[in-house]
Structures are given as C-alpha cells and as structure tokens.
C-alpha cells in the first residue's frame, strides 16, 4: 500500500494543447458545458470521451482529475491507480470519434498524449506501508 503525501504544489494532472483548447472552445459555444471522461476500457482507455455536462453520470469510483479549457476531467479509479505518475495531455487526432464521444471539430477527435513524471516534478513522495 502506498502513501502519497503532496509536499509542495504539484503540476497539473491533465492539461490541453493550444488544438484542443480552440475545439473545447468551440464545442462548448456551441453546445454548452462539456465534460471529459478516460476510462480503463478498450485500447487501454487512449481515447478520451468528450460528453455533454452530465451527459455521463460520475460514480464515486471516478477521480477528478483537473480542468482542461474550464471542463472537468474525470478518470476511472483504476485508471488513475496505473497513471499516478503520468501527466495526461488532451490533443486532437484527424477522423471521427470512436464510440460515443462527441467529436471535436469535422472530423477530428479527442486524444491523449502523455509523460511520465517523477516524484520530484510532480511533488508527490511515496512511503511503502505495510
């Protein structure tokens, strides 16, 4: 069992690139509020799901990751349990969607990128516990 303590102000989970801002932009003058989702489904959750604001109900199983252009960014428990030191990095991709996310412009969808981040950058220590 680990311990995470935050020593200092750690970086920001999830961010977006400047791409994925405009489309988050655009869909939510378009649409309203908008949410994203990255689950531990198929393709090992690599795609994330862009839904409209409560569009899909959140379970208590499903972390907060961040904000990314002012959305909420949620991520199964799971998930977030494998990529702890990861920083997820929302972009676009060229085609349509898979499955039921929104897209995020003609023929474009949502994507994750990401880096490894260590205890340092991050400012999270890990103690092991028994």
């Known amino acids: 069992m680990s311990d995470h303590t935050a020593t200092t102000a ?3 989970r ?3 690139t400047p791409a994925a801002l405009g489309c988050i ?3 939510v003058a378009e649409r309203g509020p908008i949410m994203f989702f990255q689950s531990g489904g198929c393709c090992d959750g690599s795609l994330p ?4 604001k409560g569009e899909l109900v959140v379970s208590d199983q499903d972390v907060l990751l961040g904000r990314v252009g002012g959305c909420p960014f949620y991520i199964d428990a799971r998930q977030y349990e494998v990529w702890r030191h990861t ?6 991709g060229a085609g349509a969607p898979e499955g039921f996310s929104l897209p995020a412009s003609e023929d474009e969808h949502f994507i994750i990128r990401s880096r490894l981040l260590s ?3 991050t400012g ?4 092991q516990g028994r």
């Open 124 to 127: 999270w220590t890990t103690t």
């Open 14 to 16: 999830v961010v977006a």
């Open 87 to 92: 920083q997820l990095i929302l972009d676009v």
């Open 25 to 27: 932009d655009r869909l």
């Open 49 to 52: 799901m862009c839904f409209d």
């Open 119 to 121: 205890d340092a950058v």
């Open 10 to 12: 750690p970086v920001a």
